[in-house]
């Protein structure tokens, strides 16, 4: 482990580890966005990543050596000896990819080893630059893990047929063609009936949301507050049913369901959905009803206020944030669910979202269309979500702490 902490060997080893995941992110980025070859190359990422680990030790004139490094890396690109390889790209590209691959590695670089010297470091110099890299690989690693399959759904909905066929990986956007881009989302609607796809799936998961909520708030609120014989069982028993697999109980579900005419219905679908958000709501209720301070409720019930006011105008104004986070939480479970809506729904007029996307999975629908019907089922969700984050942070943790 010394061997390890000499800055000679850190700074080299963090220096190619580092160039080689900025080239493959690089790559990567530059042959979605151009449509043309990119490759990293870890030979050329050991011949420049080394030197430039050693160099960036300490951290001295950072802004002087990112200039020089992306100057560099637009040279090396050039050239064709970069750590980044291509074969018929254009000079724009080729600046372009050296000045991304500069500002990836240097800036990153001297920021990793900025406490770090090349003598024999201490175990906290020397974990702290570990970490910084490690840090770094996870913003990059985790980013790709969900930006790209995003990318590639928005860039294939873009496409035509005959650019697909052509070039099934070229990913970039033909800006020339102007409103023809939105072509396949104007014949979801038109000849798809997406329309009530949508309008379906938006009616069915806020009447989920609201039988939820018009169930779970009682009964989260009894086991949290109200004393009567087996209410700690229940209390720990309440995500068992939540803990069995839809999948087991899906022939039972469509059996019982043909039989008493609830296939095929929105009414069965809203019977059926709450089945699998009560229980993790009442869950998550109960935890935020006992965080809250029962003097408030003990102060109305002395002033008159029965039970049910109590929840109504003092527990539910102080439980809005929980609300909130768990009325979010029951909103995309609906708006996701598949299983159920597949298995159940036959007729396209009551299809969900999901239901209809499927249903565009077939050779002889054009691959554009389904990864249109994607993007139209995931940005809503997405935009709510990265809306009301912050009060779903705020009722998960809310109820974690007493007082």
């Known amino acids: 482990m010394s061997f390890l902490r000499q800055g ?11 160039v080689f995941v900025a080239a493959v992110t690089v790559a990567v980025a530059m042959s979605f966005a ?3 070859a990119f490759r990293p ?42 750590p980044v390889l291509t074969d018929g790209a254009g000079v724009v590209a080729r600046v372009i990819a050296g000045l991304l691959l500069g500002g990836a590695v240097m800036a990153p670089l001297t920021a990793f080893l900025a406490d770090a010297h090349k003598g024999e470091m201490t175990r906290h110099v020397f974990e702290e630059a ?13 980013t790709a893990i969900v930006f790209i399959p995003f990318y590639v759904m928005v860039m294939t909905s873009f496409k035509n047929q005959s650019e697909l066929i052509q070039n099934p990986l070229d990913f970039s ?22 329309g009530t796809y949508l309008f379906n799936s938006i009616l069915i998961s806020l009447l989920t949301v609201f039988i939820t909520l018009l169930f779970s708030v009682p009964g989260a609120y009894a086991v949290a507050r109200l004393r009567f014989r087996g209410r700690a069982l229940l209390s720990r028993s309440i995500l068992l049913i939540y803990m ?10 469509y059996i019982a369901f043909s039989m ?19 229980p993790v709501a009442l869950y998550m209720l109960q935890g935020y009803f006992r965080g809250l301070p029962a003097e408030i409720e003990e102060a109305g019930l002395m002033d008159g206020l029965s039970r049910l006011a109590v929840i109504w ?26 299983l159920l809506a597949f298995m159940l729904l036959d007729d396209p007029g009551k299809f969900t979202l999901t239901r209809g996307i499927a249903s565009l999975n077939s050779s002889e629908i054009p691959r554009q269309h389904l990864m249109a019907g994607s993007v139209v089922a995931t940005v809503p969700i997405m935009v709510l979500f990265l809306g009301l984050e912050r009060f779903m942070t705020k009722g998960l943790t809310a109820g974690s702490v007493k007082g």
């Open 244 to 253: 069995v697999p839809i999948i087991v109980l899906a022939l039972p579900i």
């Open 8 to 18: 000679y060997v850190t700074g080299p080893v963090i220096g190619v580890l580092w």
């Open 41 to 82: 190359s870890f030979l050329y990422a050991l011949i420049v990543g080394a030197p430039l680990g050693a160099a960036c030790i300490g951290g001295r004139y950072p802004q002087l050596m990112i200039a020089a490094g992306c100057a560099g890396f637009v040279v090396l690109m050039m050239l064709g000896i970069g």
């Open 130 to 142: 570990v970490i910084r890299f490690l840090t770094g690989f996870g913003y990059v690693f985790f």
């Open 313 to 338: 105008k003092i527990t539910l104004p102080l439980s809005l944030p929980a609300l909130a986070s768990v009325s979010l939480y029951v909103f995309m479970i609906a708006w996701n669910e598949f």
């Open 260 to 278: 008493t005419g609830l296939r095929n219905t929105i009414l069965g679908i809203l019977l059926i959905y709450p089945v699998t958000t009560i």
């Open 34 to 36: 151009t449509g043309e």
């Open 173 to 194: 956007l033909d800006l020339s063609q102007g409103w023809g881009l939105f072509r396949s989302y104007v014949e979801l609607f038109a000849d798809f009936n997406f």
